[in-house]
């Protein structure tokens, strides 16, 4: 009797393993992505309002590391034909410190806190998500402020750098503003990917970040938060009107990211799930 329970023990045991074995290679699926991310939504939607405040500063000021990343490499590598690939590598140190670091960044938000309002769209949610909205974006921006103001009026950079760094700025925020909406799209889209793919990235979460924010660079997309940091270097030399700066860059690019985040995003992983949701 031993042995047939000893057998039945090891059976029950390599049958655990090969489905442990399954789950791993197959990954999670869709909606699991989509409960993973929901829950992480609503965990933000609960934070304390100074929490998201002091974390959106954080982003905001680490964010400038993708301006300084690209302004770097630029200023280093010889003017040959692959200097732009290669450049724009330097695009993604921002994103991974503020991602990695787990910092709330505006455009990140524009999946992760949508999914629970998707779910439940009554009046407090919908309150909920705008609020930390409204505070992440703001954060972002004072922090952007904050260290444009520093990159400028303090030796940090050298003059090569500071007009290389002019260079990218002018070139981010001089574009029409229909132009920053429709780039500001798929920059969105990009955004909510890494958010959509980190859940099953594992051990690869650099890569990815490093491969959708290079996208971003190299296709020369906008992107409101990095893009801010841009801007804000311009305007505190006095060299952007407020004007320019809210009608030509900021609104525009704003819109695209969060119609390339949410309602482009959001929407299309939220239709390959939905029949499993109403099922339950």
Known sequence: MTNIDDHTDSALIEEERELEAVEEATGLSPRLIFETIRRHGEEELRRPIRTLFWSGIAAG????????GE?????HLPDADWRYVVENLGYSLGFLLVILGRMQLFTENTITTVVPVILDPCRSTWAQMGTLWAVVLAANIIGAFLMATFLIYTPVLTPDLKNVVGELSRHATG??????FVRGIPAGILIAAIVWMLPTAQNNEVWVIVLF???IALGDFTHIIAGSVEMAILM??????LGDAVF???????AGNVVG?????????????RPEIEDD
């Open 261 to 273: 985040g949410t309602a482009v995003f959001t929407m299309m992983t939220y239709a390959q799930i």
């Open 236 to 241: 505190v030399q006095g060299q952007l009107p």
């Open 248 to 254: 030509r860059f900021f609104l525009p690019v704003l």
């Open 213 to 215: 924010t290079w996208l």
């Open 175 to 180: 574009m029409p503003p229909l132009d920053g």
């Open 71 to 75: 302004a770097f490499l630029r200023a």
């Open 61 to 68: 000021i680490l964010i400038s590391f993708s301006v300084l």
